[in-house]
């Protein structure tokens, strides 16, 4: 298991300044038919942790009374939340973008089969993890058959109209790197994943996104027990490109866990490095921000911040250069 102290000790990131908020990302649950090496959340087949009716309500009401314009739904699998598709038909209802961070190989599992066609009727735009074009990398990070699993999934969603020219049905999709390395340039890595499946498996989509792994949970671990942690964090230190502070996403999202806890990202999400009440300092939940000024409060920041930076920078939206 992973501590947080090695990432918050003497931490000499730069302070972030807070925007106002324009993207709720919504983790739903640790839930997921996958159990993948740089998972950040450390999801798989016997998580049980699922946001109730409560707290999905809680969401809607932020939705309605915000500015916020993008509900971002992750997990684990955030379709294999039984929730999921009450969320994102009362959220379009809203007249917000949805994004569904969606593995590929769910849309394949017995009972989600009819989860493509869900997802093309409400216009829901789609985040696909394919950490790499190549089989062997893919089964390597993700587990056995899982690449020609997203493959059928690809297949299917073009077959919707994803990624298809002027359907109006966004499709891209999301590179890991398979160690302990930055990603190569967003733009020839693009190039390069659309001729290899275009040939091989006639499948189009419309970006790719590449994202810097971060220490932290079920990579971080690995990193930890192969001896590589120090060595990571100095690339991502070394590699830190300070033009790519103006791009982090932590400036104009919050992200809540499956409980209604508040954070600035995904990742400090999963450091359990929650923001907290500066009235009785305890931890923020979605039903205190209608009452919360969210501009006064400082972004929190710790060493696994360097991931955001290295390079070309990473998001959820892919590289910031």
């Known amino acids: ?36 090496l740089h998972c950040h959340v450390n999801a798989g087949p016997n998580r049980t942790e699922l946001m109730s009716a409560q707290t999905i309500d809680e969401v809607l009401s932020i939705l309605r009374e915000s500015q916020a314009h993008t509900l971002d739904l992750t997990g684990g699998a955030p379709e294999m939340n039984p929730l999921f598709r009450t969320l994102v038909r009362k959220a379009r209802a809203l007249g917000v973008k949805v994004i569904d961070r969606c593995n590929l190989s ?64 966004t499709l891209n999709l999301v590179y890991n790197p398979t160690g302990p390395y930055l990603p190569p340039g967003q733009q020839q890595l693009e190039r390069d994943y659309k001729a290899y499946l275009r040939q091989h498996y006639e499948i189009e989509f419309n970006q790719l996104f590449t994202i810097t792994n971060m220490p932290i949970a079920r990579f ?21 490109n300070l033009a790519n502070m103006h791009g982090v996403m932590c400036k104009n999202q919050l992200s809540i866990d499956w409980q209604g806890f508040v954070y600035d990202c995904d990742f400090n999400q999963m450091l359990g490095l929650n923001l ?46």
Not at 137 to 143: E, F, M, Y
Not at 230 to 237: A, R, T, V
């Open 1 to 36: 298991m992973l501590d947080t102290w090695p990432l918050l000790k003497n931490s000499q990131f730069p302070d972030i300044e807070r925007k106002s908020l324009e993207v709720l990302q919504v983790n739903l649950g640790y839930l997921c038919n996958q159990s993948c």
């Open 220 to 240: 971080g671990s690995s990193l930890i027990s192969k001896g590589l942690f120090e060595e990571y964090m100095n690339l991502l230190k070394d590699s830190m």
């Open 106 to 169: 769910i849309l394949s599992e017995e009972g989600y089969l009819d989860t493509t066609a869900f997802l093309a009727s409400h216009q829901v735009e789609v985040v696909a993890s394919l950490p790499c074009y190549l089989e062997e990398n893919v089964d390597g990070q993700r587990g056995k058959g899982v690449y020609q699993k997203s493959i059928d999934g690809l297949r299917m969603l073009n077959q919707a109209g994803y990624g298809m020219v002027d359907s109006g049905l």
């Open 276 to 321: 907290l009440h500066p009235k009785h300092g305890k931890r923020i939940h979605i039903s205190d921000l209608a009452s919360l000024n969210m501009a006064e409060m400082d972004i929190i920041v710790a060493d696994h911040c360097f991931g955001c930076t290295a390079g070309q920078g990473s998001s959820c939206g892919g590289a910031l250069e």
